[in-house]
């Protein structure tokens, strides 16, 4: 009896667990940036001790003829525990021959775009939200964890006075292993990018799942 | 080259001494006529992304008036001065059409709604030597001058960029700064009478920019003119009376 009521959490768990990344991996919106179509969107990651040590993860957008999105599909991102990634974020527009890479527009467009990146699971203390951090308000917290052990900053920045950050390029710290998810966000904020998170509309939403061993 | 300068400057001398005569009778005068911008001033043109015109001025052919002295303090050379004002013009529809396409361009946004009024008006007040050159009735008036430009207004230019049903305003303001400027003339006077006198002249006069305030541009992007640099073709019309 105690087998079977431990075989029904484990069970509900999973379930709860496909149930959350399924709806994630469809927050895919509308993928087009400065009337650039946008297909695939990858993080690219140097291990900073190693620089040897390279991985990535990929989100694909399949559009059909009139460039309306049919499907999406995405890879996780391994990484090693306790060590730094530098990452470098790039879209690239595959229908174009050649391979538009929409990342270096918004490189030159990066005035007005800023990317947030937010692990989860992430505890209440570690959300911190201010004009520098990459994490998103209002992204649920979990009091008791288990944890996604990341913290990511932003590295780059733009050429407004004061400077602010883009995210093109960030720094990926790793704890003790964990699984979890990783939201990627750009957003667009013409005449209005200030460092935070809620002005403009969002160009690009994509998750990925995230395992540190 | 050399043979060039050199006859250039025998003529220039030779009519110096032709044209010199006894100290010359000052006068004042009222002119009007043509006022048409040059350069960065008459450019409609947003510019390419990333490389948008911030000196555009958009300024349209129109009309000066004034008054016009000069003092002779030493035979054929004189103190002279002007007072002019000009008017420019303000944006046309095409003119908004073209800031708004390179304002959506340049945010990347749906759209931009760009709206102007007033007008580009001003005063100009400049003061320099003049020589002048006498053959019988007819005078040949040459000036360098300097002095300020004072503006009254310029366009202002409001604009709503538009994206994902958002709207994000922001303002060029008109202006009403004053700012150096400076020029030249050459001018063609006959003298009917010992009082009066018809007055053919044509006029250049350049500024580097006047300051113009902007509200609301939170970002660098887009065009955006903190400067607007006035230069100008004057042909006038007047009357000189001797003093």
Known sequence: MLKLKHAMYALLATALFYASCSSKSEQAVAPTIANEQLTSAYLKLTNEANPSDTTSCRYRFHLDNNGNVTSTDSTALLLKANSKY?????????????????????????????????PTPISSANLVISTNSPYIPGTPTSAS???LNLAVARTDQDSNT????????DLFTTGAASTGNLRVVLRHQPNAKNGTYAPGSTDLDVNFKVTIQ | MKKTLIIISTAFICLISLSAS??????????????????????????????ENNKAGYAKNGFTIGVDGAYYFYKNWAIAGTISYQDQGQLKSSDVQNLSAGYTEGFGVDQSAVTSSKRYKNLNVLVGPQYTFVFNKLYIDLR??????????????????TDDDKDYPF???????????????????YSFSKCIGLALKEIYINSPGIKIDNDNRNNSAGRLVTKQPISEFQTTLGLTFTL
């Open chain 1, 86 to 118: 530098d990452v470098k974020v790039v879209m690239l527009d595959t229908t174009q021959s050649p391979t538009f890479v929409v990342s270096d527009e918004i490189k030159q467009r990066q005035n007005y775009h800023l990317f947030f990146l937010q």
């Open chain 1, 145 to 147: 964890g288990p944890y």
């Open chain 1, 162 to 169: 004061p400077p602010l950050q883009i995210g093109l390029t």
């Open chain 2, 22 to 51: 006894a100290q010359l009778k000052s006068y004042l005068g009222v002119f009007g006529g043509i006022s048409t911008p040059t350069g960065e001033f008459k450019k409609a043109d947003y510019g390419e992304i990333y490389h």
């Open chain 2, 144 to 161: 360098v001058n300097a002095g300020i430009i004072k503006s009254f207004s310029t366009p202002e230019i409001d604009v709503v960029l």
């Open chain 2, 171 to 189: 303002t060029q303001h008109s202006s009403t700064a004053t700012a150096f400027a400076y020029g030249g003339s050459a001018g063609l006077r």
